[in-house]
Every structure is written in structure tokens, then in C-alpha cells.
């Protein structure tokens, strides 16, 4: 169920590649396109000596980098679509790929912050799924918060794909919305510092087994001159098992055979352990067809716009005035 290097495409399934993208030192406009001249020329070798296959993943920040000095700067902005998303589209095009890429994007309200992005890209060259982080990692990130939600779109080999970037994947609830909407296959993208390696591989996995779904994660690898990024592509059954683990080697790829029919024969036919399914049918032998009603407090909470922590008032950092960013906002004084 794993992967020893294939190069053909698996019968029921696809053969996916996760690349360990070097950690871009960018300081120009310049800089980000060489990085985007990069990753293309990256597309057309990886599908050269693996030729079956479908698709690519590259993490966050191999765009633009992490450079929080320029972050919020006009030029380092992108729109989507816009001239570097069509760059990626015919790159996709003509590798015959499905892509995700990561995209600083410019905020259609210029009087916000950007959004941190994450596009898919299939065979045709056509943007088929457009993801917004829903939960930027604070205290350090500027980024404004999604308000796409977390959509699902088709993938290849019966796959049904779904997106998050970095922190996300450490929110278990931004998982089991994409398993419940129908996600088979959650990918993670990330541009973590090793500060938090062992975290994100064990969330990796305990996404994978809540929701019986494969989840593929892949982080930056190397040196910026500030911090080391891990690398650590990551495939994980739905089981929780990890069929593939990348190193800390900048410009890895770690390439792996998933099989979504696999995961839906899972939720189908699973009595014991169907977590997602439980979930909403609680006690389903002690209480034929299970109890909907939920009484878990956060939830309902959380629904009502109510959400606050018993420790709420102890919480010391709750703006980002550490990292020099100003506080401002309709939340800044709670």
C-alpha cells in the first residue's frame, strides 16, 4: 500500500509526489520569480522519472518565502488567477499533472491584510479548487483568516481532494470538515521550523485515523538563515500508519501510491472505529439509530459565537504585538 519508487500510475489508484522544496531566500521581486521558474522546471523532471505520475505537491512559502519583512509589501503580492497562477496552469498542462501550489494572495480589500492561499491545479491547466487558511499561525502571521471555507474538489484515481496549510492540520476540527464533506484525501502543506517536527507528523497521522481518510503533508526543507525547516514528507494511511516519511533533506521527493477506494471501503463497511460516522450517531446499539443530538459544549459554543476557554482571561499573547505587528481590530481588547 506504500511505495518503492514506482513510476507507473497503480490500477486503482494514483501515484502522488511530495517535493521537500528548498526554503526560498527571497528578497526582490526577482527572487520570486526564479522561484517560480523553480518549481516548474521541478514539475517537468519529477514527471520525467516518474512517469505514471498524477499529482505534484509543493509547500507553503516555495512561492514567495518567508521573508516577514517584505511579507506585506505590494510586490511580493500575487492575485488569483492571475500571470504566476497561468505559469503554474501551463506547466500542469503540459506535465499532464494534477499541482498544488502556495500562493501569497493579495486581498481583494486593499484595506485588509493578505490572505495565505493554496491552489490545485488539474491536467487542463484549470484552477479547480482555491483554499484560504482558515487558522494563520499566530502570534506570527499577519495573514487575514479564510472566508472560503474548506472546499473539496475531484482528484485523480477516484480521489476526492482537500487542502490545508500548516497550522490548519494542528485544528482537528479543519480536518474532519474535509472528511465531512467529503475529502478521501487531505493534503498539508506547510512551512513550519523544526520547533514543531514531531507535532506535525503526529497530527499527520491522527488526521489520517479520526477521519479514514490518507493524508500527504510536506513541509520546506533547509536553511533561510534564520531558522531549519524539517522537510518530512509524509503519506499516511487511513489507518494512521505511515506508508511513506521523507528526511530533513532539502529538495526530497517523496512519492507514494494512494488508494481512495481503499478509505471509502473503510467508511462503508467499518463497524468498529467508523469515528466520523459515530460522531453523529451516537450509541447506535444501546439507541437504534443513534443519538444526533451532540453534547459536547464547545460546539455548540463555538456555533453560537461564544467560544471562550475557562482559562480565557489568563491567556497573555492574544495579538501579535510581540512580532511588532499593530493592534488593531475588532477583537483587540478582549
Not at 501515484?15 to 521558474?37: C, T
Request: aromatic letters at 12%.
Amino acid at each position: 500500500m506504500g511505495s518503492i519508487g514506482s513510476m507507473t500510475k497503480p490500477e486503482l489508484g494514483f501515484l502522488v509526489a511530495a517535493v521537500q522544496y528548498p526554503v526560498p531566500v527571497v528578497n526582490s521581486r526577482a527572487d520570486i520569480d526564479k522561484q517560480i521558474d523553480n518549481i516548474v522546471r521541478i514539475i517537468h523532471h519529477t514527471k520525467a522519472g516518474y512517469p505514471g505520475l498524477e499529482l505534484i505537491i509543493f509547500p507553503e512559502y516555495s512561492t514567495q518565502g518567508l521573508n516577514t519583512e517584505k511579507w506585506l509589501t505590494e510586490e511580493f503580492l500575487i492575485d488569483v488567477p492571475g500571470k504566476e497562477t497561468d505559469i503554474y496552469a501551463q506547466a500542469c498542462k503540459e506535465a499532464g499533472v494534477y499541482g498544488v501550489f502556495s500562493i501569497i494572495e493579495r486581498n481583494p480589500d486593499p484595506t485588509k491584510n493578505p490572505f495565505d492561499t493554496a491552489i490545485i491545479i488539474n491536467p487542463e491547466g484549470e484552477i479547480i479548487l482555491k483554499y484560504r487558511k482558515l487558522f494563520p499561525w499566530t502570534p506570527i502571521e499577519p495573514w487575514s483568516p479564510g472566508d472560503l471555507g474548506m472546499p473539496v474538489c475531484e482528484g485523480p484515481g477516484g480521489s476526492k481532494l482537500a487542502v490545508c496549510i500548516c497550522h490548519d492540520g494542528m485544528i482537528p476540527e479543519v480536518a474532519r470538515e474535509a472528511a465531512y464533506k467529503g475529502a478521501n484525501v487531505f493534503i498539508r502543506i506547510s512551512g513550519y521550523s523544526t520547533q514543531v517536527q514531531d507535532q506535525w507528523i503526529l497530527t499527520n497521522r491522527s488526521n489520517a485515523w479520526h477521519n479514514l481518510m490518507y493524508t500527504v503533508s510536506v513541509n520546506c526543507a533547509g536553511y533561510d538563515g534564520t531558522f531549519y525547516y524539517f522537510g518530512e514528507g509524509q503519506i499516511c494511511n487511513f489507518d494512521g500508519t505511515v506508508l511513506q516519511q521523507g528526511t530533513r533533506s532539502p529538495g526530497e521527493i517523496v512519492t507514494g501510491e494512494i488508494y481512495p477506494v481503499l478509505a471509502d471501503g473503510a467508511r462503508r463497511t467499518w463497524g468498529l472505529e467508523n469515528n466520523i460516522y459515530n460522531l453523529g450517531n451516537r450509541a447506535y446499539v444501546g439507541d437504534p439509530g443513534g443519538d444526533h443530538e451532540t453534547e459536547l459544549t464547545y460546539i455548540h459554543d463555538l456555533a453560537n459565537g461564544k467560544y471562550k476557554l475557562p482559562w480565557d482571561k489568563d491567556i497573555k499573547i492574544k495579538d501579535g504585538s510581540i512580532y511588532g505587528y499593530p493592534v488593531k481590530g475588532k477583537h483587540y481588547d478582549k
